[in-house]
Every structure is written in C-alpha cells, then in structure tokens.
C-alpha cells in the first residue's frame, strides 16, 4: 500500500454514534448498483436508521450506547 493520502480512505467510529467515513469511495447496493459516490459520509451502526447503510440520527432518538469493544479493534 502507497503512503498516497488522496487514496486513503479513513473510517472512524463516532462516540456513540455513526461510523464517520472520510476519503473518495463508491457505495454499492448488494446487487451492485451505485448508491452513492461521495468523500464523507456516515453509516449507520446502531441498526436503528430507516436509511440504511447510512446514518439518519436513530442512535440519538433511541438512546443508543456503544459498547466498549464496538470501538476497539480485534486481535
């Protein structure tokens, strides 16, 4: 892998909340039609959005929490 930040794309986990994703990337329906093309989004992580993939503000309205190992890479 290249060290070329233009190419990188960066996905952070928000506070509970969305997983925050920055850099040039192609979303694609499972069947693969494009949904979206974008440089930043949010994608749901809750399960609660009515947007799927993406964040529509469920996790606030329903009080979501993350648990700790939700942020912490596995091994």
Request: aromatic share 6%; glycine share 6%.
């Amino acid at each position: 892998m290249t060290d070329d930040s233009a190419a990188r794309v960066t996905i952070t986990p928000t506070h509970n909340g969305p997983y925050q994703v920055v850099g040039e990337v192609q979303i694609l329906a499972p069947d693969g039609t494009l949904i979206r093309e974008t440089s930043r989004t949010f994608l749901c992580r809750c399960g609660h959005s009515q947007s799927k993939p993406f964040c529509d503000g469920h996790h606030s309205r329903m009080n979501w929490q993350e648990v700790e190992s939700d942020a912490v890479p596995a091994d």
